[in-house]
């Protein structure tokens, strides 16, 4: 296939592997086919497929994509040169930052971290029982939270500017789900199970393929691999969307190679076509939760490791910690509190009191005073990362439905997160084995 140092056009004829004129040769492209070239690498280590994929990854001139400034074009093309357009702020781009930072033979320096880093932008979300921060997307479309995670697992790590990428991922996909919840453009079908903006075939594009997210063309249309490429963020939300979209469309978007690629209620339509890079995603993703087999395979490359080590990534964990569960028994509040960092403690808020609950396992309780009118649950580890449960109102025998979030506390780090029910399944073994896909 034709390339331009080591980069590949994003379109091309298929008869000729040339060049089709349209759009670029791509660097966003390249770098996710050279995930799925490294990830193939280390599953047939010792083969000549390892021999070709080194040479495949090794070729890709990184430095010369960075066109004498500190961050990565886009693109070039043959007869302008390089886009103007570049990769910064937080998005899909991160996957070809690292890639390039990777590098044996044509790395880009460390300070390019740091470029990519110093546009971004925080968003402050509250929605129900919950506030947090996270770094928001360029796009807020739901595959640029998605896409670096299919092969880097970023779980439990932090890069040198204090941001721990998975949980900001979880964030987004939780205000992603709550706005279709909100639903405030009233769009038909939108709720709970019915959510997932991200970048697909859309009618009402002019392309007929475009991005959606909470603040980028929110149309009415939903993808499945929205919500199915999110599932190591959200696993139980994750799983009934995506059922409830089966059970409840059936042949209009399930067909003979699963989902298809997109619907909107609004105008009835249904997408008829299964998308490449939309299904590829979802099953990569669907397989990291099943047994982390394509995170795993790809995170054991030098290149991988060294990419990691440049970002200034290191194994400090700023998940915040998980308050599974509140209950009221008579004039005891029993909380169930997990983490991955150990717990510190976890306080029972109340008017302008505060009390230590009683630790037993993972359950914590405390006895209630009879004047209590309402309260919240604050918990810390001991990496200074806080979760803060909504704020009750005192009613026999059971907690209410109305929640009235609290915000975090000052100073607490990017990731804190204002939960009421959070937390993880476990990873199970998977047998699937889908290494890389091309578009």
């Known amino acids: 296939m034709e390339n331009e140092h080591g980069f590949f056009p994003h379109w091309f004829y298929q008869e000729t592997g ?17 995930a799925g070239v490294l990830t193939v690498r280390q599953y ?91 770094v928001e997307s360029t796009s807020t479309s739901l595959f640029t939270y998605q ?17 721990n990428y998975f949980q900001n991922s979880v964030n987004a996909t939780l205000e992603n789900r709550d706005y279709c919840i909100e639903n405030p453009k009233n769009h038909k079908g939108y709720s ?13 594009h002019g392309s007929n393929y475009g991005a959606h997210g909470p603040r980028q063309n929110d149309d009415g249309t939903v993808a499945p691999t929205g919500a199915g490429s999110s599932i190591i963020f959200t696993p ?10 089966k059970d409840n469309y059936g042949y209009r978007l399930w067909g003979k190679y699963g989902f298809k690629d997109s619907f909107n209620l609004d105008i009835d339509w249904f997408s008829p076509t299964y998308i490449g890079i939309d299904e590829g995603a979802m099953l990569t993703m669907i397989e990291n939760y099943r047994s982390v087999l394509v995170q795993s395979q790809f995170m054991q490359n ?30 005891t509040i029993i909380a169930i509190v997990t983490d991955n960092t150990n717990v510190n403690s976890v306080v029972l808020h109340w008017n302008d009191s505060e009390i230590e609950m009683v630790q037993e396992g993972q359950t914590y309780s405390i006895e209630i005073p009879d004047n209590m009118t309402k309260y919240y649950i604050k918990a810390n580890d001991t990496a200074g990362n806080i979760a803060t449960s909504r704020v009750f109102n005192e009613k026999p025998n059971l907690l209410p439905p109305q929640p009235k979030s609290e915000s975090l506390p000052s100073g607490a780090p990017h990731g804190s997160l204002v939960v009421n029910t959070f937390g993880c399944c476990p990873t199970k073994i998977g047998i699937i084995i889908y290494l890389f896909f091309f578009y």
């Not at 896409?147 to 941001?163: A, N, Q, R, S």
């Not at 199970?193 to 009402?204: D, Q």
Request: glycine share 6%; proline share 4%; with cysteine.
């Open 18 to 34: 040339k060049w089709n004129r349209v759009d670029c040769f791509s660097s966003i492209d390249t770098a996710i086919l050279m």
């Open 236 to 245: 139980n939300d994750s799983i009934r969307a995506l059922r409830y979209m």
């Open 302 to 331: 030098e290149y991988a490791k060294k990419a990691m080590q440049n970002a200034g990534f290191t194994n400090v964990d700023t998940t915040p910690p998980s308050i599974i569960q509140v209950k009221k028994n008579n004039n």
């Open 147 to 163: 896409y670096p995670h299919i092969w880097f697992d970023f779980k439990g790590k932090t890069d040198i500017v204090g941001i």
């Open 192 to 204: 709970q199970n019915i959510w997932g903006l991200t970048a697909c075939e859309c009618p009402l």
């Open 44 to 134: 047939f280590a010792n083969t000549e497929i390892e021999i070709t994929a080194t040479k495949l990854y090794e070729n890709v001139d990184w430095e010369w994509m960075l066109n004498g400034r500190d961050t990565l074009s886009m693109g070039w093309r043959p007869d302008t040169g390089f886009l103007s357009a570049r990769w910064q702020g937080y998005n899909e781009g991160m996957l070809a930052v690292l890639l390039a930072m990777g590098s044996s033979t044509h790395p880009i320096p460390k300070e390019s971290w740091d470029a990519w880093t110093r546009t971004y932008k925080y968003k402050h979300y509250k929605h129900g029982d919950m506030e947090y921060n996270f």
